[in-house]
C-alpha cells in the first residue's frame, strides 16, 4: 500500500476504532440477552418444576391425554384412586377405566373437547384395576398450544366415594328418624286412648258410686249427726261433681271425643270453639265435611296440629282473627289455619334450640303423609298449610 499521508491514517485509524466499539457494544448487548433468556429459561423450568409437583401431590386424580385418548400423564392420585401405574397407561388409551355403559358418553364428551367446548363438570363412575366401581366428580378441559390450538384433554378426578357413601348413611339415618318419630306419634295416641279409656270406665265408675255413697249417708245419719257434719258431706258432693267435670275434660284433650265419631270439621268445631273462650280471639272455621274421610291416622294427625298451631296463636301471635278452611275435595284435602297477628322470620326456626313445636307439627304431618307448609313475615300474620293427598282405592 502507497503511503498517502498522515491525515489518512488518522482516519483509519478513527474507523478501525468505530468498528472496534460498536463490535463490543454488540458483545455487551448479546451477552446481556443471553443472560435475561437464560434467567427466563431458568423461571420457565422452575414454574414447570412447580407445576409439576402440584400435580404430582394433588389428591385428585390428573390425567393428560392426547386427542387420539392415549395418555400423556398419570399423576400419583390417578394411581391411587384408579389403581394402574403411570406405566402401565402412558402411551396407551385405558378404555377399561370407563363403565361399558359411559363408553358412549365418553367419546362424545371427546368430540364436544376436541371442537374446543366445554363440559361442565358432572359426577360420574370409573372402575378401579380391581373392577371396584368408583365415585368420582369429573372436569375435562382442552389443552392448548401456544397458537391456541387444541393438543390433548386435561381430565380432574375427585374419589367421592367416601361423601357419597356419607350421603347414604345421613338419608338412610333420616329415614330412620321420620319412621321413629311416626311410631312415636302412633304409640303417643294409643297411650293416650288407654288413659282417656281407663279414666272413663274405671275411676268414672268409681267417682259414681262415691258420689251415690255420700248420697246414702246424708240420708242414713241421725238428725243431730247430720247437723254437725252437714256443710261437710255438701263440700264432699260439690268435690265429687268438680273432679267428674275435671276429668272429662282431661278426657276430651287426651282424645278428641268428637273426632272418632263426627269426623273431622267437628273436631275442629269443637277446637276452635275452646280456643274462643280461652283467649277471645275471634276464629272464623268454615269448609265442609271430610267424606268419605281419611284414615283416623291422618285426621288425628290433623287436630294435633291444629292444636298445637291454635297454641302457638295463643302464645305468640297478637292476633284478632284467626281463618280457618277445610277444603276437602275429591283428589286432596286442605287444612288452612291462618291468623293475622304479628308473624315472625321462619329462617329463625331451623336450627331449633328449644321450641319444637314447629319441628313437631312438621315431623308428625310428615309420619303420615300430610304436606306441610308455613309461611310467616314479620307483620304479614302466620299460616300454616296442610294437604292431604287421597289415595285412589
Ligand atoms: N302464629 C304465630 N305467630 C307468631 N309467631 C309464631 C307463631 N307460631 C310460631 N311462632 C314463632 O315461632 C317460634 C317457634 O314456635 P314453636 O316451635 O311452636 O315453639 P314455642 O311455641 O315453644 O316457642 C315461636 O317461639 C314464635 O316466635
Ligand atoms: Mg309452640
Redo the contacts with the bound molecule.
Sequence with gaps: MEYQGPDELDEAAAAINLMHENARALVTELQHKTELAQLERSRATEAQARLAAIVEYSSDAIIGRALDGTVTSWNAAAERILGYTAAEVIGRDPVEIFPLELRQKIAEHRKLLNAGQLVPEYETVRIHKDGRRVDVAASVSAIKDNSGSIIGIAAILRDITERRRAEDALRRYAARLRELSRRLSEVEESERRAISRELHDRIGQELTTLSLMVGALDTRLSRESRNAVQKLLKDMQALVRYVVAHIRDVMAELRPPVLDDYGLLAALRHLVTEFANRTGIAVNLSGADVCPRLPLVVETAMVRISQ??L???A???H?KKVEISLDSASERVVLDIA?D????DTGN?ADGG????????RERAEAVGITFRLE?APGA??RIVLEAERVAS
Design positions: 298445637e298451631a297454641n302457638n296463636i302464645k305468640h301471635a292476633a291468623d297477628g304479628v308473624g315472625f326456626i328449644e321450641h319444637w313445636g314447629m319441628i313437631t307439627m310467616s300474620g302466620t
